[in-house]
């Protein structure tokens, strides 16, 4: 039941035309399990590891869902960093560390915005950028256009109040004629009319295909959870020099370890290391 509660949405669809590839997001799941896994953070800062959350989803979808991928943003806002991990399988978590700034935006430059790609044929992609000026679905445009090239709109939304969010990643194709592109253009800038409990997935398709209908390429379901075990964190704490590891401890007294994506507590002592590197 925990599950369903988190449990999200991607939709792929092609427009009858097939000159435009678009993907939806229902990200409200997604704020609910931030707000039950990061009680610390208020709903603002809430809103935007969410934003984050749909932006590294949609990002993935883009290659059929076959990849780990992972986005980080560390910049100069009243968000020190900002992560999200959204794995093949469907899991996604995030994390969003707050530093001294009080007002302003969350994402702001100075900073970096990293971008690393993971699947089982070959070694990690990792993309950097400078941030630029804008939210972070201004970031996640600039890394297409600069790392990727190519051209696409990203519109996210997160209502702090009522926890609706979403997001709409849109990318006319080579072949996509100009007064097709303006029509586009014109239909996304007019999405800020339509409340955020009305941005179905359905509602989306039907807006950016303006009457040329659409045909769904693919569908995958999201689910915010954690991915941390007391194994796999015994197994990491045991790679450590030993010098580190006697240093972790004070005395015979267990030392307790929190995971910053999900706020689960481990009790590990130093018996618990010895019986991992046996």
């Not at 399990?33 to 749909?54: K, N």
């Not at 971008?115 to 970031?139: A, D, F, W």
């Not at 997160?158 to 997001?167: F, I, S």
Request: net charge negative; charged share 25%.
């Amino acid at each position: 039941m925990a599950d369903e509660l988190h449990q999200a949405q991607v939709v792929k669809s092609l427009t009858g035309d097939r000159f435009i590839r678009l993907s939806s997001l229902d990200a409200s799941p997604l704020w609910d399990g931030v707000r039950r896994g990061h009680p610390h953070l208020d709903p603002e800062a809430c809103a935007c590891l969410t934003e984050l959350l749909a932006a590294t989803a949609l990002l993935q979808g883009r290659t059929a869902f076959a990849e780990r991928l992972q986005m980080l943003v560390k910049g100069a806002g009243r968000a020190r960093a900002v992560v999200a991990d959204c794995w093949p399988d469907g899991t996604i978590r995030g994390v969003l560390d707050l530093s001294t700034v009080e007002t302003g935006d969350w994402v702001a430059a100075p900073g970096l915005l990293q971008v690393m790609r993971s699947n089982t044929s070959g070694q990690p992609y990792i993309g950097n950028l400078p941030l630029v000026e804008g939210g972070i679905q201004v970031q996640v445009e600039h890394y297409l256009q600069q790392s990727e090239q190519v051209l696409a709109s990203l519109t996210l939304w997160c209502d702090p109040g009522t926890g609706e969010a979403g997001g709409l990643l849109v990318e006319p194709l080579p072949d996509c004629p100009p007064d097709r592109l303006a029509r586009l253009v014109q239909a996304i800038e007019g999405l800020e009319v339509v409340p955020f409990w009305e941005r179905t997935a359905e509602f989306l398709a039907a807006w950016v295909a303006q009457g040329e209908g659409t045909e769904e390429l693919a569908a995958s379901e999201l689910f915010y959870r954690c991915r941390c075990t007391r194994e796999a964190l015994l197994e990491a704490l045991c790679r450590f020099p030993s010098e580190q590891k006697s240093d972790l401890f004070k005395g015979d007294e267990p030392m307790e370890v929190r995971c910053d994506y999900c706020g689960a507590r481990y009790a590990i002592s130093r018996r618990d290391l010895q019986l991992g590197e046996a």
